[in-house]
């Protein structure tokens, strides 16, 4: 029997270590939905047992092992081996005689984990299955967390979820990363996904965390590593300066006992110079490939206004209402005219801003987004009509399904009710 602690435990390990169980093992199996599959079933195992042995000193090996061991028993039980071997054995042109499966694991052949994303992020999907299947696959992530971050039922996505996994198996789609002239035309959806997850350890969705810090250093890992696969290509510069710039403010989003720090509040001392160098310098390469600007390299843009501004009071807000309003163009969505609304309020005042906003709501379609008040309850706090500012934190906090974001907008609705 598992019990709470142990489980709480194992869910966070998976949270770390999933998306390298799944990647090593879809490497033998070649299909990633049974490699889930597999990686899931050494977690039953983990439940059965760590919570009598203790949890392993390397969980995530201990799962792999686990996940492969399985693999090996199902290719050994497979009637349909020797067909596998002879189609393995054809695809690299070598002999067709059995490999030796055990030798297979220790082979080095390349990033499997980006390998995973480039299986998942495959044209035979329709975009939105690529995402959503590579978070699953790469984050960890649930399917409702999922289903938030798309602004979808949880039975769409998980709908969406499986019939991807099947449409992947069906079709044998190769676990490699693309060469030549099939790299480009699948670099917007990697890079969708990339930034998605490390949305998910930036601003997690939900849980008692403000920050997953292990998915924010996984999307800054894979983000490098693309640029090096993708040199000439800005909007993968473009990225990687977003998340260098935005993960420079981790250590001072957060307060002594984990709470989150707004970036008004935050004391920028404490900002990763570092990380905003290589930002910069990324930025930098993305704007002089001399190509049309895309929409990573404007937000990594918008970032770089902040990074640069000693204070919120310096940050040259004027310039990133324009750059939100040019993004609008290249990229628009109601979130980007949300985030237009607040540099828009900053820059010409809470009155304008609140009247974005307003016409926002208004539309619908972030009638179920939780910092749609929230942006509405900063603006009336700021033109002093607490009492609706009070309501619409509240009403934001009830939204949120994230712990630490709850008791900030809690907070500030207290805040209203005080003053």
């Not at 760590?50 to 028993?73: Q, Y």
């Not at 949880?154 to 709908?159: I, K, L, R, S, W």
């Not at 309003?325 to 309020?345: K, M, Y």
Request: one cysteine or more.
């Amino acid at each position: 029997m598992d019990s709470p602690g142990t489980r709480a435990q194992i869910d966070a390990i998976w949270r770390i270590e999933s998306a390298r169980v799944i990647a090593t093992v879809a490497r033998m199996v070649r299909d990633v939905g049974l490699a889930e599959d597999l990686a899931q079933d050494a977690v039953v195992v983990a439940l059965e047992r760590w919570p009598s042995t203790g949890v392993p000193p390397n969980p995530g090996a201990w799962l792999t092992a686990t996940a492969k061991h399985r693999a090996i028993d199902l290719m050994r039980r497979s009637t349909s081996l020797q067909d596998k071997y002879a189609e393995i054995a054809r695809d690299l042109g070598v002999a067709s005689e059995p490999p030796d499966v055990d030798a297979e694991l220790d082979d080095d052949i390349g990033d499997d984990v980006l390998s995973l994303v480039f299986t998942c992020c495959h044209p035979v999907l329709p975009l939105e299955a690529r995402v959503a299947l590579t978070l699953r696959m790469l984050g960890g992530l649930k399917t409702p967390e999922i289903a938030r971050a798309f602004l979808v039922s949880e039975a769409t996505m998980g709908q969406r979820i499986s019939r991807a996994k099947r449409t992947l198996a069906a079709s044998g789609v190769p676990f490699e990363v693309p060469a030549g002239d099939e790299l480009l035309p699948r670099l917007a959806s990697v890079l969708e996904v990339i930034y998605l997850i490390f949305n998910e350890g930036y601003a997690a969705t939900a849980g008692d965390d403000w920050m997953r810090p292990a998915l924010i250093e996984e999307a800054l890992r894979l983000g490098r590593i693309l640029a090096g696969l993708a040199p000439d290509e800005p909007e993968v510069h473009g990225l990687v300066a977003l998340m260098e710039i935005q993960a420079s403010r981790r250590r001072a989003r957060t307060g002594p006992d984990g709470e989150p720090i707004l970036l008004a509040d935050q004391d920028r001392l404490r900002w990763d110079r570092l990380l905003i160098r290589r930002g910069l310098a990324s930025l930098e390469r993305a704007e002089s490939c001399g190509r049309a600007v895309g929409p990573y390299t404007l937000q990594a843009a918008i970032a770089a206004c902040h990074a640069r501004a000693r204070t919120v009071e310096d940050t040259d807000w004027v310039r990133i209402a324009a750059l939100y309003e040019v993004l609008a163009r290249v990229a628009g969505s109601p979130i980007v005219e949300l985030n237009r609304a607040v540099a828009v309020g900053m820059a010409f005042g809470p009155e304008v801003g609140l009247q974005s906003v307003d016409a926002l709501a208004a539309e619908g379609a972030l009638a179920g987004y939780y910092l749609l008040p929230s942006v509405r309850g900063d603006l009336l706090a700021k033109l002093g009509r607490r009492a609706e500012a009070q309501a619409a934190f509240e009403r934001a906090a009830s939204m949120t399904q994230n712990g630490r974001e709850r008791d900030l907008l809690l907070a500030r609705a207290a805040a209203c009710a005080d003053g």
